[in-house]
Structures are given as structure tokens and as C-alpha cells.
């Protein structure tokens, strides 16, 4: 194969980003030889089990791909802001909705919620770690290896153009002969893997490692939400397993699963994926439902109104997640009963919904409301979420569907789901979590200039869409004559996403401006919240708690705080049994990415050869006899009177 | 915060003008012009309706709430009591979104049946067969009963129902014409089923809305309904001057390119019906082959060789102003 193939060339966007990703990584590994940092992030964070490490390493890697997904969504803007503009050419538009779609959902998303699932969950639940920290250590490894492979795309051998829906014929080899789609296969394979690892590593952790006296009805919300989401996730992602192998199969080895050729079905992947990609949307909502919660609590001073209600909401739209996949091929020719008996479940899915809005109304009410900024982001949730929903409803009606399908009005909606249900989330979660991660706040002032830009910018992008989709414009058209008349609603979008982008580059200030300048003096409590999280130091001690909570109701931690009762006993402190570093996770996933690039190019040969590396990783890890070690109760003694003061 | 606010006040003045240009004109599916779109513009506008409603209850509690029990300086240490719930209430709020789904879900269930059928009103007469063959980057329309075949636009008798029998010659694709009904798409070794009517004549848009490659932004076309005597003498003019589609020529036809209007005498059905099988026969992978940035691999080049071809046939007079068919000229709604 030539180098031309090999490397993408001929197109100035592309040339620029490579040459400033090859200066980045230069820059990088010279910043951290000159700092001589590579034992420390070798010791401390590459070969960590620590959940809250792994959690801290999704969040970075999550906002670093919500760079690369926003800058995508702001090359697409700029390109359809204005009549038959020439910026991008038609295959580049291509590929970049295409990477901006995965990237959103499973490198940006997905990983945000997973790294504040694993910072908080065992925290909430008074748990030491999770129930398979290693594992835990290997799903991160994956998912980055996955999430680097795919981003490699862009500037070696060329990005997937079929959609992040990666729709068949369209995907198969005969369409899209180029490397571009392989790169969709399997670099969603291996994070999808490690994915799957965090569902079953979380619905242990929460079955089996929760404090004594924390019965499932007194499981904080978020717990709770990320309980049914990791279900979820062990239920959805086998499917994504399979599909995607499948996948791999027609584009690798000339199978036909799929294609037209010797009879393959194309719809056979659209059930496939969206039989996965419906719970999916729910996997990253669900959790941030969770988030608002605790949020909207804590700042309300008001405990969960209908806790119970929330509870079975919860479990309710995940059963009918499930049960919904249909709606996203009404028009592929189903029979009119298939199409009502889909309409019909999708429009059930607003019910729990609705109950948790008014929950949600109803918390607040007669509470006493603190603006800030983590709950400006969860107020501002609701009539955004609002609006996105009831045009869910009318999405799933399937008749009115007919008009809708494959528009911007469509666009329009999930962007109004998916931004308000997940990125606000994260967002107030972020500003709320922060002083756990790292012992002092991010800045309230530019917060709020953060959250200000970030939701006057996303309602002005996002709102003409609805009217373009309702005019006839479908989604991922890269050109449009002016004698269409959408023009000036295109451009206003533009603007829009430009106001966004300046919110998000406020939040990067924030986070810099925060280390640098903000006061470490918080206390270990600073939002005054409900959460056992919150009975721990700030930023938390590497072994979560001293001596294991006992939990007597639902916010116990509230109850105790208010009845004075948090006190630790000096002769309650024993020597807790940690787990050790371990470096199988990282080797083993970094093969699987090299692997995972041969197989990419369709270089068996080395991609057979390399895979040994697994097999060594696999075996090294088997004959692991580490136990963990123990911390001596001094230590422990000493590090909890460090933050509490003399212990009773 | 006083900038904040500004900055809010500023963007909203701005939105006004652009809303109002889009009240001027009609949006294109609430300006239906025949009964399958009109069925399905009710429904939507009867849904919006309710989800008017139902926004305006969130945000004006919201709003209430939010304002109410914002905390204030002057509220000393004012706690707010626990508060468990309210089985009621919660009832209530799950009862009332259950009945709104009833609502809707009764004339959803009675027009996906209505639009899957003959209108209502046109049930008497016997539909004209159009055969619909997707392909990259184009629309292919057969007429069997007429012998002929149209690429990239389609004539119509007006007041009359049109059967569409819907098939792709390779990537998935979908019907839409906004102004007349709704979407559907059509499938490689599938059939799929439309019907329409356009109860008055005009010139209405139509494009694919399923994404399928570099050429999809320019897989539009024009329907025109016309009276019947204008769509006989058609019909006639095609036969009389119209080349015949030959096999070569189709397979020609079904490369991936971007290309304006073609009218021939003849259908491809008489040797092949991509509904039942053997499109891959005309796909060839190196024509997908994507070069980055280098100059003619996108569709422009393609389109201005075919657009001169086309010239040279004399058979095109009809659709001589159409050389430029990326520029959606079918889309003249506003």
C-alpha cells in the first residue's frame, strides 16, 4: 500500500490537523520528559485501579472528545450557514457528521457519564471500590484504545462517511470500499467491549457491595439511575457485539450478512442497531436523570419528591426501552399494525417521563432555591428536555413520522434530548462533583458566564432546525440553493453554535483558571448536600472511608449531619485492604488497538501476530497472585485527622 | 450577570426577523396540496396542539416555582420542610400523560391505516403504476403501462391516484415528496408501496431523505401534476421523440454519478425489476473509490460531462432548462 493511501493527504483541513496533532504529541511527551512526569503518570494514574482515578481519566478523555465532536459540529455549521457554500466538499461533510455523531454519543458522552458513575457510585453506596477494580482499570484502557483508533481515522487511511448509523448497503465494502467504515467496526468493537465490562462491573458493585443498612429503597437516586443503566448496558451492548462483528465479517472477509450481493439483509442491521442504539439513548439519559436529582435536591434543600415514583419511572423507561426500536424505520414499509403497536410504545415512554418532570416541579416547589451554577444547569434542563420531548411525541406518532423522518426536525429534536438530557447533566454534575475530585470549586462567576453562552447558543442553534426540518430539508445535506429559502435560518443556527462554542471555551477557562487561582478551603461538605459521598473528605482519600458508614434511611448522611453524629472513633480505624496497581489493563488494551489497526487496513498477517500480545496480556493477568496490600491504621488515622481534626 | 442579560436580550431581538421570515411562507408540510399530505398535516397540527398546551403547563410552573422559592437574603434560615410526596398528585401526573397518549395514539392508528391505502374519495378509479428506481445519485421512474421512463422528474396526472412500486438499485434510499405525502424508502430485493394524489396541478419538490454518499444533497427532483390531457399529450411527445433505453445505456445510467433529466421510450423492467434481485450485477466498487481533495472526485465534474451529453440529445428538449438539476429547481414552494 502507498503512503497516499495510507495517510490522508490533499486536503488543506486535514493537513493543518495533521500537522498540529503530530506538533501536539511532540510537544506532549517533550512537556512530560521535561517534567520528568512519565514514572509519576506510570505509577499514578496508567496503572491505577482506583475508581476515582479511572473516573477523572473518562471525564479528561470525555472533554477532550467533545473538543474533537464540537469542532465537527462547528465545520458543519459553518458549511450549510449560508447557500451553496464551498468550504467542505461533499465527501468531507460526510465524514464529518459521521465522526461527530459517534463521537458525541460514545466517546463523549458515554464516557463523561461513566467517569462521574465511577467517581461517585461507590462513594454514594460507601463502598472501598468497585466490585472488579481491574476490570474497571481494563474498560477505561479499552474504551480509550477504541476512542484513539477512531480518532486515527481522521488523518491515516480516512474517517467513516456512512453515518454513525452506518446504515447497510451504504456500509458495505461495495459502497464504501475505503478503509473509513473498518475503522467505524472495530474501533467501536473494543470500546464497546470495555463498555460492556463497566455494565457488569457496576450491576455487582451496587448488588453486592452497598453499606450495611443501605437497602435498595434508600439507594440515592444517581445509584439507582446508574444501576438500571449498567442493566441496560449488559442487555443492549451484546447486541452492538454482534452487529458489529457481522459487520467486520461482510467488510473483511466478503460475507454477506447485510449486503445486497448473494442476499444479505440490510435490514437485518437496522434491527440489529437499533435493537442496541435505542436502549443507548436511554444508557446516557438515564444517569443524567440521576444527576439532575441530586442536584435538584441538594440546591432545593428539599429531599426527592415521589422518590419511589422516580424509582419506577426509572425501571419503567428502561422496559419500554427496549421495546421501541422500530420507530427508527417506520418508513421501511412496515404494515400499519407494526407501525401503531411502535407508535404506541414510544409515545408510552413519555408517561414515566412526565412523572419525573413533575417529581422533578415539585422538589423545587417550596424548597429554598440556590442559584448556582451546577443548578442553573439543572433548572435549565427542564424546559429544554420539555421541548425535546413533546417533539419525541410527535415523532412517534408514525403517520406524522411519514413528514418528519430523516429531517432536521428530527435533527432538531435529539439534539434538544441529548444536549439538555446529557450535556447539562454532565455539566452541573461536573461543577457539582468537582470538589470531591479535587478539594476546591470551579469558579461561580464564569460558570455562569459558561452556562449562559452554552444555553442562550444551544436554543438559537437548535431551534431553527425544527422550522428547516418542517420546510423539507433533511439531515445531512452538505449544500442547498438559495432558492430553498432556508438560508437565513441556516445562518441564525450558525451564529448559534459559535454563542455554544464560546460557552464551552469559558468552561475550559474555568477548569484552568480553577486550578490555578481557586480556594482550596472547602471543607469536605461545600453544597451542604444529602449523599453519603459527601461524609468523606474532599478531594477524596485513596480508600473512600475510614470505617465503613452504616445507613439507618434514604439521605442518611443529611439526617446524621443534622443530628451531629458524623464523628469518627479513633478505635473504629482497622487497616483497609486495597488492591494493587496493575499494568495488564493498559498492555492489554494498547494491543488490542494495534490489533485493531492492522485489522483496520486488512493487514492479516501482523494483525495475527500482534494479537499474541493479548494472549500474553491475558496469561500474565491470570498468573497475577497480587492480593492488594494493607493500609496500617495509623495512616489511615493520620490522613482522616488531617481533614477532621482530632478524632473522638 | 448584567451583560449575561443583554447578551439574552440582544439574541432574542435578532431571532424575531427570522421567525417572521419563516411565517411569511408557508413551511412546506403544513401546505399539503393533495389528501394524503392534508391527512397528515391535520394529524401533526392536532399534535401540536396538545404539545403547545403541555409546554406551556411545564414552563409557566416553572416559572412560578422557580420565582417563588428562589432563596433570598432576607429569608434567614428558613429550612424547608422534607416532604415525601404526594401519592395524588403523582397519580394525577402519571393519569393525565396516559390520557394524552390515547388522544393521540386513536388518529395515529386511523391514518397510518388511511395513508397506507388509496384516499379516500379516489377509491373508484384505477391507480397509474409508476415504478420508482433509486439509484446513486438519481431517480428513475418507469411507466409500464405508458412505455416509458423518466430520469430525475416525474409527470403526474392531477386528481388521479398514483401507485408507487418502490425499489433501489443498490444503497437505501427514500421517496419524499413533502407537498404531497409521506416518505418511504426503497430497498434493494424489496418492494415498498405509496400512494399519492395531487389534488391540484403544480410543480412540487421531492427528494431523498436516507442518506447514501457524496452525490445524496443533489438526489432531488420535480414532480409535476398536470391535467390529464396535458400528461396523454406527454405521454405522446415522449413516445414520438424520446431515444430507447437500451441495456447499455441503463447500466450506464446507474453508475454513481449526479446527472440532470433523461426521458426515454422503453422501461428497464422489460429486463430487470430490482425489487427481485440481481442489482449487483451493475455495481461496480471502483467507482465508489474516494480520493481526498483532489480536484474532480466530486460530483461537479461528473454532473457538467453528463449535463453536456444531455445537451446533445435531442430527445430533451422538454427538460433543456434543467442541465443544472443540482440547484433544486423543483423547490420553488416559497
Known amino acids: 500500500m502507498s503512503l497516499d493511501k495510507l495517510l490522508v493527504t490533499g486536503d488543506p483541513l486535514i493537513l493543518f490537523s495533521q500537522i498540529a496533532i503530530g506538533l ?104 472501598r471500590d468497585v466490585a472488579f477494580p481491574k476490570l474497571n482499570a481494563l474498560s477505561f484502557w479499552l474504551f480509550f484504545a477504541g476512542a484513539m483508533l477512531f480518532n486515527l481515522s481522521f488523518v491515516v487511511g480516512g474517517s467513516p462517511d456512512a453515518g454513525w448509523t452506518s446504515y447497510f448497503p451504504l456500509a458495505g465494502k461495495e459502497f464504501t470500499p475505503g478503509v473509513g467504515n473498518n475503522y467505524y467496526a472495530i474501533a467501536l468493537q473494543i470500546a464497546g467491549i470495555g463498555t460492556l465490562a463497566t455494565g457488569i462491573n457496576f450491576v455487582v458493585t451496587i448488588t453486592k457491595m452497598r453499606a450495611p443498612g443501605l437497602k435498595w429503597m434508600r439507594l440515592p437516586i444517581f445509584t439507582w439511575t446508574t444501576f438500571i443503566t449498567s442493566i441496560i448496558i449488559v442487555a443492549a451492548f451484546p447486541i452492538l457485539t454482534v452487529a458489529l462483528a457481522y459487520m467486520s465479517l461482510d467488510r473483511l472477509f466478503g460475507t454477506h450478512f447485510f449486503t445486497v450481493a448473494a442476499g444479505g439483509d440490510p435490514m437485518l ?63 421501511m414499509g412496515n404494515s400499519a399494525a407494526v407501525n401503531s403497536i411502535f407508535s404506541l410504545t414510544t409515545m408510552m415512554i413519555a408517561i414515566p417521563t412526565g412523572v419525573k418532570i413533575f ?120 449544500t442547498y440553493s438559495e432558492s430553498t429559502g432556508w438560508g437565513a435560518w441556516l445562518g441564525f443556527s ?18 484552568y483558571w480553577s486550578f490555578r487561582y481557586a480556594d482550596r478551603n472547602v471543607g469536605s461538605d461545600p453544597w451542604n448536600a444529602r449523599t453519603l459521598e459527601w461524609a468523606t473528605a474532599s478531594p477524596v482519600q485513596h480508600y473512600n472511608f475510614a470505617k465503613v458508614p452504616e445507613v439507618d434511611s434514604l439521605d442518611d448522611f443529611w439526617y446524621k449531619k443534622k443530628a451531629g453524629k458524623l464523628g469518627l472513633k479513633k478505635s473504629d480505624i482497622k487497616p483497609i485492604h486495597m488492591p494493587s496497581n496493575s499494568w495488564t489493563p493498559i498492555f492489554i488494551s494498547v494491543a488490542f488497538g494495534i490489533v485493531g489497526f492492522f485489522l483496520v487496513f486488512e493487514w492479516f498477517t501482523l494483525a495475527i501476530i500482534s494479537s499474541v500480545l493479548i494472549i500474553i496480556g491475558l496469561i500474565a493477568n491470570t498468573f497475577d497472585y497480587d492480593d492488594g496490600y494493607h493500609i496500617p491504621a495509623e495512616e489511615v488515622e493520620e490522613e482522616e485527622r488531617e481533614w477532621r481534626g482530632e478524632l473522638e | 450577570m448584567k451583560a449575561m442579560k443583554k447578551l439574552a436580550y440582544i439574541f432574542t431581538l435578532l431571532l424575531i426577523p427570522v421567525l417572521l421570515a419563516g411565517c411569511d411562507s408557508k413551511l412546506i408540510v403544513f401546505d399539503p396540496k393533495g389528501p394524503v399530505a392534508r ?15 403541555i409546554v406551556l403547563i411545564v414552563f409557566v410552573l416553572f416559572g412560578f416555582i422557580i420565582w417563588k422559592y428562589r432563596a433570598r437574603k432576607d429569608d434567614g434560615d428558613f429550612e424547608p420542610e422534607e416532604e415525601e410526596g404526594n401519592h395524588v398528585l403523582e397519580v394525577i401526573w402519571f393519569l393525565i400523560p396516559i390520557a394524552i397518549v390515547i388522544a393521540l395514539m386513536i388518529p395515529t392508528a386511523k391514518t397510518i391505516y388511511e395513508v397506507e391505502d388509496i384516499p379516500q374519495g ?59 405525502g409521506g416518505q418511504k424508502y426503497t430497498m434493494a430485493n424489496m418492494q415498498t408501496n405509496l400512494f399519492l394524489v395531487a389534488d391540484q396541478e403544480g410543480s412540487f419538490y421531492g427528494r431523498n431523505t436516507s442518506f447514501n454518499g457524496r452525490g445524496y444533497a443533489h438526489m432531488d427532483f420535480e414532480v409535476q401534476a398536470m391535467s390529464n390531457d396535458d400528461f396523454n399529450e406527454w405521454v405522446q411527445d415522449v413516445k414520438n421523440t424520446a431515444n430507447d433505453l437500451t441495456e447499455d445505456e441503463y447500466s450506464e445510467l446507474l453508475k454513481p454519478t449526479v446527472i440532470g433529466r433523461k426521458t426515454y421510450n422503453g422501461t428497464h423492467l422489460e429486463w430487470i425489476d430490482h425489487a427481485h434481485g440481481g442489482s449487483e450485477q451493475y455495481i461496480d466498487s471502483d467507482l465508489y473509490e474516494i480520493h481526498h481533495g483532489e480536484e474532480g472526485s466530486s460530483s461537479e465534474e461528473e454532473e ?31
Not at chain 1, 466538499?89 to 455523531?101: K, S, V
Not at chain 1, 459559535?498 to 471555551?505: C, K
Not at chain 2, 397528515?40 to 398546551?53: A, C, E, N, P, W
Open chain 1, 494 to 511: 450558525a451564529l448559534g453554535s459559535l454563542v455554544m462554542a464560546a460557552g464551552f471555551a469559558a468552561f475550559c477557562y474555568n477548569i
Open chain 2, 39 to 53: 391527512n397528515l398535516s391535520d394529524l401533526i397540527v392536532y399534535s401540536i396542539i396538545f404539545m403547545v398546551i
Open chain 1, 359 to 478: 417529581n422533578w416541579l415539585f422538589t423545587l416547589r417550596k424548597g429554598r432555591i440556590e442559584f448556582s451554577t451546577s443548578m442553573l444547569w439543572a433548572l435549565a434542563f427542564i424546559p429544554c428536555f420539555t421541548i425535546g420531548g413533546v417533539t419525541g411525541v410527535m415523532l412517534a406518532m408514525a403517520a406524522a413520522d411519514y413528514q418528519y423522518h430523516n429531517t432536521m426536525f428530527l435533527v432538531a429534536h435529539f439534539h434538544y434530548v441529548l444536549i439538555p438530557g446529557v450535556v447539562f447533566a454532565v455539566f452541573a454534575a461536573v461543577y457539582y462533583w468537582w470538589p470531591k475530585m479535587f478539594g476546591f470549586k470551579l469558579n461561580e462567576k464564569i460558570g455562569k458566564w459558561h452556562f449562559w453562552l452554552f444555553v442562550i447558543g444551544f436554543n438559537f442553534t437548535f431551534m431553527p432546525m425544527f422550522f428547516v426540518g418542517l420546510d423539507g430539508m433533511s439531515r445531512r445535506m452538505y
Open chain 2, 304 to 334: 457538467a460531462e453528463d449535463a453536456e451529453q444531455e445537451t446533445n440529445d435531442n430527445a430533451e428538449q422538454e427538460s433543456e432548462q434543467s442541465t443544472d438539476s443540482s440547484t433544486h429547481e423543483g423547490h420553488s414552494h416559497h
Open chain 2, 122 to 180: 379516489y377509491e373508484e378509479e384505477e391507480p397509474l403504476v409508476i415504478h420508482v428506481t433509486s439509484a446513486d445519485w438519481k431517480w428513475i421512474f418507469s411507466y409500464p403501462e405508458q412505455g416509458i421512463e423518466t430520469v430525475n422528474y416525474l409527470n403526474i396526472p392531477a386528481n388521479h391516484p398514483v401507485q408507487f412500486k418502490m425499489t433501489s438499485a443498490g444503497t437505501m434510499q427514500s421517496f419524499w415528496v413533502p407537498e404531497l
Open chain 1, 269 to 331: 442491521w437496522l434491527n440489529l442497531f437499533w435493537l442496541w442504539g435505542h436502549p443507548e439513548v436511554y444508557i446516557v439519559v438515564l444517569p443524567a436523570f440521576g444527576m439532575f436529582s441530586e442536584v435538584i435536591a441538594t440546591f432545593a434543600r428539599k429531599n426527592l419528591f415521589g422518590y419511589k415514583s422516580m424509582v419506577f419511572a426509572v425501571v419503567g423507561i428502561a422496559f419500554l426501552s427496549m421495546l421501541v426500536w422500530v420507530h427508527h424505520f417506520y418508513t
Open chain 1, 24 to 127: 501536539t504529541m511532540v510537544g506532549l511527551v517533550a512537556l512530560i520528559t521535561y517534567l520528568k512526569r512519565w514514572k509519576w503518570l506510570w505509577n499514578e494514574w496508567f496503572t491505577t485501579v482506583d475508581h476515582k482515578k479511572i473516573g477523572i481519566m473518562y471525564i479528561i478523555s470525555g472533554v477532550l472528545m467533545f473538543f474533537r465532536g464540537g469542532v465537527d459540529g462547528l465545520l458543519m455549521k459553518a458549511q450549510t450557514s449560508r447557500p451553496d457554500m464551498e468550504f467542505l466538499d461533499a465527501q468531507h461533510y460526510d465524514e464529518i457528521f459521521t465522526t461527530h455523531g459517534v463521537i458525541m454519543i460514545l466517546f463523549m458522552a458515554m464516557p463523561m457519564l461513566i467517569g462521574i458513575m465511577n467517581v461517585v457510585v461507590p462513594l454514594q453506596i460507601g463502598a
